[in-house]
């Protein structure tokens, strides 16, 4: 049998669950990944590959990694890329200084991830972010941790912080539209009457 061809060119814990769903206002407008990106084929490049181009194998990129499958791009110093049965790309580990993952969801909207190191379950589509975590959406927030779990289908984000440290977070109110005019002013109830106008007082 033919071996595969080989390419190579050169507890303690503060723990903060935030279901963005469930926000009020951000449950009217999820902020669910682009649908179709999982159907496309992910492209990479890099200063030099290590890796067999067969199921169940990983694949090491090394140097100005960039791998991108339809709007989700990721980019770091390394990242290893793990085949599965069917040789797709079901999971990316990405460190550097520091390892970046960036998205649209289906409304536009951009999603913005950086961390030492990124774990992406391709499959299932959720990003686990370690060592300085940031995970900012587009009109929507930015939240802070030692590790990030943010799940792209659910817009689940899961916080940690080591020690005594804290999990930070914003969120930003719904933008209104530019232009939009100003709330008039309430009318009396019916029935009340008219309140007259203050005189300024008179000086003796």
Not at 44 to 53: A, E, L, P, T, Y
Not at 182 to 189: L, V
């Amino acid at each position: 049998m033919k071996s595969p061809a080989r390419f190579r060119r050169d507890p303690r814990s503060l723990k903060l669950h935030l279901a963005l769903l469930g926000l009020g206002l951000l449950i009217l407008q999820p902020a669910l990944a682009k649908q179709d990106d999982r159907n496309q084929p992910m492209n990479f490049s890099s200063k030099s590959m290590d890796g067999f181009n067969a199921p169940n194998t990983v694949t090491t990129l090394t140097g100005n990694v960039v791998a991108t499958q339809g709007t989700m791009k990721l980019t770091g110093a390394v990242a290893k890329l793990y085949l599965d049965a069917d040789t797709q790309v079901a999971r990316a580990v990405v460190t550097g200084n520091l390892a970046h993952i960036e998205q649209l969801d289906d409304a536009g909207n951009l999603m913005q991830g950086d961390a030492l190191q990124l774990d992406y379950d391709n499959i299932n589509g959720i990003a686990v972010l370690t060592g300085n975590a940031v995970v900012r959406q587009q009109g929507r927030g930015e939240f802070h941790g030692d590790k990030l779990v943010y799940n792209t289908q659910t817009s689940l984000i899961t916080g940690e912080a080591a020690g005594d440290g804290l999990v930070h977070g914003v969120i930003l109110p719904k933008q209104k539209p530019a232009g939009a005019p100003a709330p008039a002013a309430t009318p009396p109830k019916p029935g009340t009457p008219p309140q007259p106008a203050t005189k300024p007082a008179e000086g003796h």
